[in-house]
């Protein structure tokens, strides 16, 4: 089992930065394959970005790109989401997902929720105009 733990989330005015982190437990941040993803009100829950430990490889949707960063910390076992230049579209609440690598050298980053078996409670991003 893993548990994972959002924080960070907040009131933030357009074109102001944010950041938010995940903290996991259970199983070390090597041995998973680590997701954001976001819900707006009435819409589904979309991909933001994810991030492998392993060699650092990240991966991003092509609307976030360039504004959002996901780093990571296998010592402290936490995941990292900067989110800069933020706009009013970006409110949401922000989630955080895990996956067991199935294999050694297992870096594949789905965009799919359902791929993901492991989610956190979420925290909520605020963007005013």
């Known amino acids: 089992q893993v548990q994972l733990v959002e924080s960070g989330g907040g009131l933030v005015q357009g074109g102001g930065s944010l950041s938010l982190s995940c903290s996991a437990s259970?199983?070390?941040?090597?041995?998973?394959?680590m997701g954001w993803f976001r819900q707006a009100p009435g819409k589904e829950r979309e991909f933001v970005g994810g991030?492998?430990?392993?060699?650092?490889?990240?991966a991003y949707s092509d609307s976030m790109k360039g504004r959002f960063t996901i780093s990571g910390d296998n010592a402290k076992n936490q995941v990292y989401l900067q989110m800069n230049s933020l706009k009013p579209e970006d409110t949401a609440v922000y989630y955080c997902?895990?996956?067991?690598?199935?294999?050694?050298?297992?870096?594949?980053?789905?965009?799919?929720?359902?791929?993901?078996?492991?989610w956190g409670q979420g925290t909520q991003v605020t963007v005013s105009s």
């Open positions: 259970g199983r070390t941040l090597s041995s998973l394959i």
């Open positions: 997902a895990a996956r067991p690598r199935r294999y050694i050298g297992d870096s594949w980053i789905p965009p799919e929720n359902r791929a993901y078996d492991f």
């Open positions: 991030f492998v430990w392993s060699g650092g490889r990240t």
